[in-house]
Nanobody, 127 residues
Framework: QVQLVESGGGLVQAGGSLGLSCAAS????????MGWFRQAPGKEREFVAA????????WYTDSVKGRFTISRDNAKNTVSLQMNSLKPEDTAVYYC????????????????????WGQGTQVTVSS
């Protein structure tokens, strides 16, 4: 089991920045690819970003490329999502998730590929 706890959400004006953090405990964190997803009211959960277990490779959904950065610190068992130039359409509950398999060399985009999820943190961007 991997336990995940997100933090760092809040209210920010459009154009502003927020940094999300996800702290992991339980099984060895460093062997799992990690992802960030978000879910807006009335919408399905969508992929935002992913990073391989080593941190060497990252993936982003098109709408956040150039604005969001995913990173990880395996020594501290954390994965982060730095969000810049935020837009009202970024408003959602953001979730971090750990891959269902170990040492995957890609960052999965499908939620079904992740076995462990945090409780989510609310991000609200006002116009």
């Amino acid at each position: 089991q991997v336990q995940l706890v997100e933090s760092g959400g809040g209210l920010v004006q459009a154009g502003g920045s927020l940094g999300l953090s996800c702290a992991a405990s339980g099984r060895t964190f460093s062997i799992y690819a990690m992802g960030w997803f978000r879910q807006a009211p009335g919408k399905e959960r969508e992929f935002v970003a992913a990073i391989t277990w080593s941190g060497e490779s990252t993936w982003y959904t098109d709408s956040v490329k150039g604005r969001f950065t995913i990173s990880r610190d395996n020594a501290k068992n954390t994965v982060s999502l730095q969000m810049n130039s935020l837009k009202p359409e970024d408003t959602a509950v953001y979730y971090c998730a750990a891959d269902r398999v170990t040492y995957r060399k890609i960052g999965p985009r499908a939620a079904a590929e992740y076995a462990y999820w945090g409780q989510g943190t609310q991000v609200t961007v006002s116009s």
